[in-house]
């Protein structure tokens, strides 16, 4: 097996009393796409900026390509493309400036960046905004302009911090496509989420975080088979009586979720659990069949759902 | 049309990321200062107009203005006429209030409301080196905004001690803007709300040190007990130099090492403040 291009043990972070990571272990192997799957304040962004060298971390080891981003934080993060949570592009300099002056930062010369941002502007389609003030981009171009500008100096891993929070999903099917293209071109995707679908779509494999601490460990479909059944059934009926008539379903499924607007019943067979709730002469105002995902792994980790 | 992926990941053209490394940390200062200066280009021609206006709007109505009036009561201040006497003090005084403005919401900004110092952050930049390419920037524009002050004295015929020596008023103004900006610069990196203290700075510390330091009389008028306004403000060391560099004022060695002592200390230890606050703040 290849060397890991990010590997964690035991890796802590506190804030006085707050333990916002707590000694977790990961390996991020090369040209994969890694994901941490979990609700806000789980302590993703955390780990994120402890692998980006911009936050020291209280205890463990970490190593990014072989180097400790404590000690060597130019080192490893001139290896890195960050796409940090909040958008921080300058909107002082125009579009193609901002992949510019971002190069700058990794002493790239200007022979080098000219072409480049070009280029980096055609993957990120923006090539006919390149003069524009970045006001007057949409939410979904912004991104893919940090995205562009996070890929100036090729990095060998690029940092996603929730990268989709907040677009339509248009835009995001946009950005998705863009990601992995880049992946299939071999570069490492280090991403975080709060979003099953997304986690779905992006990543080989993921850890499911909560509290600092990993819950489990696999691929989305992994992680779906070991801890949810094939199909799950969602029956509403009504937010009044949905506790009342949990009762009557017991049997149905492997087993019932009940949450405040609907039940979810977990089955291999979703048509013929839903045949026997209508023949214990139940009947639902709405009901719906699907496959398991992420969020029922979730829920049956956690006991909440990801997104409150 | 679509991008080549393959080569937009690695093109080969790049140099190694150790190198890539290496120059950040031997130059990264600059390459910020390059940043800010790109940014300050948008505003360019509002700068320039400020720079040239101001002085000259000052001159008129300062120097000849109220110095016509000076002239007929006291004669002259300080050896020299009213305009003399009052134009390298201008200088210093507009230098320092553009600094002030220059250290204070760009900064907030760079936190804060455009987090824009996070983006150099993430880079192979230390924040200390975001710190100071800051300063770095500013500091390039004060010599320009300086240099255009000192030729709108050579024009008012306010710099009798000829343009060698006159010139070192360009040195002193700047000198003057990072003893305040730096150490201020420090501070607004340490506020976490949304910046109300600086209209508190600009009227209670920037006014007083512009009316009080010396600007427009010798401080020897003051009574005694406001003079610590004068030998606790930047401003008024820093006007004691430019005049003593455009029209030779009496200044003893020892007050010139004083006051050249004050305003390195205060930059030094303002830079030193700058870079810890910047790295606990952008690295925690």
């Given at each position: 097996m290849t060397e890991p291009v990010i590997s964690a043990q035991g890796l802590r972070k506190e804030y006085g009393d707050f333990v916002a990571v707590d000694g977790i272990d990961f390996e991020v192997h090369p040209g994969e796409s890694f994901g941490l799957l979990?609700?806000?304040?789980?302590g993703k962004s955390t780990t994120m900026r402890m692998i980006g060298g911009t936050l020291d971390r209280t205890g463990g080891q970490l190593r990014v390509l072989g180097l400790d981003p404590g000690r060597q934080g130019p080192e490893v993060r001139a290896h890195l493309g960050v796409v940090p949570q909040q958008d921080n592009l300058d909107e002082e300099l125009r579009v193609r400036e901002n992949i510019v002056m971002y190069g700058r930062y990794f002493g790239l010369p200007r022979s080098y960046l000219g072409p480049k941002a070009d280029e980096l502007l055609a993957f990120a389609q923006l090539e006919a905004k390149a003069k524009a003030k970045v006001d007057n981009l949409s939410g979904g171009m912004k991104r893919r302009l940090t995205i562009a500008r996070g890929l100036v100096n090729e990095p060998r891993i690029l940092l996603l911090d929730e990268?989709?929070?907040?677009?339509d999903p248009q835009a995001r099917h946009v950005l998705w496509d863009r990601l992995f293209r880049l992946k299939e071109a071999g570069t490492t995707l280090v991403v975080t989420t709060h979003f099953m679908d997304e986690a779905e779509q992006l990543c080989d494999r993921l850890i499911v975080v909560d509290h600092g601490r990993i819950m489990a460990e696999g691929s989305p479909r992994q992680l779906i088979r070991e801890h949810s059944t094939r199909e799950v059934v969602e029956v509403r009926f009504g937010s009044q009586r949905n506790a009342q008539v949990v009762a009557d379903l017991e049997?149905?499924?492997a087993r019932n979720e009940v949450l405040p607007d609907r039940i979810l019943v977990y089955t291999d067979d979703g048509e013929a659990a839903l045949e026997e709730i209508s023949r214990r002469g139940l009947h639902p105002i709405t009901s719906l069949v699907r496959r398991s995902s992420l969020e029922d792994v979730f829920l049956r980790l956690t006991g909440r759902t990801l997104v409150d | 049309m679509d991008a080549d992926t393959n080569a937009l990941a690695y093109s080969g053209r790049a140099p190694g990321h150790g190198v890539m490394a290496a120059r950040a940390r031997a130059r990264g200062v600059w390459y910020y200062a390059e940043t800010v200066l790109r940014g300050m280009r948008a505003y360019f021609w509002p700068i320039l107009l400020y720079s040239v206006g101001q002085p000259l709007i000052y001159m008129v109505a300062l120097g000849i203005g109220l110095g016509t009036l000076v002239q007929q009561g006291a004669g002259s201040v300080d050896g020299v006429d009213y305009l003399t006497f009052v134009a390298p003090a201008l200088l210093v005084s507009t230098v320092v209030m553009s600094v002030t403005a220059e250290m204070t919401y760009p900064v907030m900004a760079g936190f804060k409301?455009?987090?824009?110092?996070h983006a150099p952050a993430a880079s192979p930049l230390e924040p200390g080196q975001v710190a100071l390419g800051h300063l770095v920037a500013v500091v390039i524009r004060f010599v320009l905004q300086s240099l255009v002050f000192w030729l709108v004295m050579l024009a008012f015929g306010?710099?009798?001690?000829?343009w060698a020596q006159s010139l070192l008023v360009v040195p002193v103004g700047v000198l003057t803007a990072t003893a305040f900006g730096a150490p201020l610069q420090a501070y607004a990196a340490?506020?976490?709300?949304?910046?109300?203290q600086f209209a508190f700075i600009q009227r209670f510390v920037v006014m007083p040190m512009f009316l009080f330091a010396g600007t427009f009389f010798p401080l020897s008028v003051l009574p005694t007990y406001l003079h610590w306004i004068g030998w606790i403000s930047p401003v008024w060391h820093g006007t004691e130099l430019a005049r003593l560099a455009s029209y030779g004022a009496p200044v003893s060695p020892l007050m010139l090492a004083v006051h050249l002592g004050f305003l390195l200390a205060l930059t030094v230890g303002g830079v030193l403040a700058g870079v810890r606050v910047y790295t606990r703040r952008l690295h925690s």
């Open positions: 979990g609700p806000n304040g789980a990268p989709t929070t907040g677009l049997g149905v499924g | 409301w455009q987090r824009l110092y306010a710099a009798p001690s000829g340490t506020l976490r709300d949304e910046g109300f």
